[in-house]
């Protein structure tokens, strides 16, 4: 069966950004950037985005598109003769699943809020009552199982059509409107009064407001959100590295992903810290900003429905971007390592996933006194596996099967990425060295910092 390919240039760099392209850029970033101090943190945050991002990137890419398949099937058709590199292929797989089984319930959550604005929920409500709905819908197991099973059902219904009549034909639509979304949402917000201060604080660099988090924080921060905003390291950017053709070589396109990608994550503090500063908000609150205070600070604005809904909107496109591109990893791999059709595939994970994601959801309210790893709950415990485990040891597999004479090898990889127009990575010893011996380090700096964090 002849595989499928990207129908164009822009749908492959716009899914693969869209998986990117999650809660860890539009709810994360703006919250952890201002926890560490602002522009600081945004200034070492792409330094790292640079040193560890693309690379990364491009490895994974670069596996999917000479192995041709998923990630199983790419191992084995690049590893060495007896070698087993392609174990970590159902590892990666492994990963797909346990991100989908807390992920949609959290876009289940910016779903629902979406609902609740455009509906008038909040309408007449007072501040703590605003507070109160998100305390609501945790406490409704049945509203939880909801938004999930929509999330879950709409997400296989658009991949079950195929790379180019669903996921790309969908994502397209989805992610050109996120972008609209977001410059709209983020000059209404820069226009705001007293927005100027919000400004000032996410993009001068203040030395001082930076060490009293301490520098060395500061870094170690902007190290694991530069590494985790791409989603490596679980085959989930692989995939479509598998669907690319060799027209374009992959250190360009890599970048491209990787600056979209950023541009979101920039405009999206253009978004929070703007109207935060206008209307009194502290901007270090935390994940509790997206779902407690921001609802209270639309309410309390001119136009707060609409700006509600639109946000929320955004918010939706961007966290079910990354479930139709995870989604689509786990057909793909259904398909190559067990011959599945696209409909079986679809019918059996769609069950699989609906089924496996109800522990999150009921651990908001009938299994609420379910505690696992470290005494975190469900979701803490699901995210704290794939974020903190999954993650880093996946892309230093990755790393190492790219530049280790056990593995695909240094050479292969370079001359892979440097197939096709486009920026070309010079073959120099000082980034042989680098990708050797420093990356790897640097990864196990994120990989210690998550585990004993």
Not at 183 to 203: M, Q, R, T
Not at 386 to 415: H, T
């Amino acid at each position: 069966m002849k595989r499928e390919s990207f129908g164009s240039r822009l749908g492959f760099l716009l899914v693969s950004a869209g998986c990117a392209i999650g809660i860890g850029n539009v709810w994360r970033f703006p919250y952890i950037t201002g926890q560490y101090g602002g522009g600081i943190f945004v200034l070492f945050y792409l330094l790292f985005l640079l040193l560890m991002g693309v690379p990364g990137l491009m490895m994974e890419l670069a596996v999917g598109r000479a192995g041709h398949g998923s990630a199983m099937r790419a191992y084995r058709a690049l590893e060495p003769k007896h070698t087993t590199w392609h174990i970590h292929g159902w590892i990666c797989l492994l990963g797909c699943y346990l991100l989908m089984m807390y992920y949609t319930t959290v876009s289940g959550w910016m779903l629902g809020y979406f609902v609740k604005f455009l509906t008038g929920t909040f309408d007449g409500l007072n501040d703590d009552a605003i507070g109160g709905v998100f305390g609501a819908m945790l406490a409704s197991p049945g509203e939880m199982i909801f938004w999930m099973a929509v999330t879950v059902a709409a997400g296989f219904l658009v991949v079950s059509f195929g790379l180019q009549k669903g996921l790309e034909r969908i994502t397209k639509v989805m992610m050109s409107a996120l972008l609209v979304l977001i410059i709209v949402l983020a000059a209404h917000s820069v226009l705001l009064p007293g927005a100027s201060e919000g400004l000032k604080f996410y993009l001068i660099p203040d030395w001082e407001r930076a060490t009293q988090s301490g520098l060395g924080n500061v870094i170690t921060a902007a190290m694991n959100q530069a590494f985790f905003t791409l989603s490596l390291g679980i085959g989930a950017m692989e995939i479509f590295g598998s669907y690319m053709s060799k027209e374009f070589t992959l250190g360009g396109e890599a970048t491209r992903i990787c600056l979209l990608d950023t541009f979101v994550a920039m405009a999206s503090g253009l978004i929070i810290f703007p109207a935060c500063f206008s209307y009194g908000v502290q901007p270090e609150q935390g994940p509790s900003l997206v779902f407690l205070t921001l609802p209270k600070m639309f309410m309390n604005m001119p136009g707060g429905r609409l700006w509600g809904t639109l946000f929320f909107l955004f918010m939706t496109f961007a966290s079910f971007s990354t479930i139709l591109a995870v989604f689509e990893n786990i057909l793909a791999s259904c398909i190559d390592n067990f011959g599945w059709s696209r409909r079986k595939a679809t019918l059996l994970n769609a069950v699989f996933v609906l089924l496996a994601s109800l522990p999150c959801t009921l651990g908001y309210n009938v299994w609420s006194n379910l505690h696992l790893i470290g005494g975190r709950d469900v979701l803490d415990s699901e995210d704290f596996i794939v974020s903190n485990l999954l993650l880093p040891l996946g892309s230093l597999v990755y790393l190492l099967f790219c530049v280790s004479k056990a593995g695909w090898g240094y050479d292969e990889f370079m001359q892979e990425a440097n197939t096709g127009k486009g920026l070309r990575i010079p073959k120099s010893k000082w980034l042989k060295l680098y990708l050797q011996f420093v990356l790897p380090v640097l990864i196990l700096i994120v990989f210690l910092q998550g585990l004993l964090g």
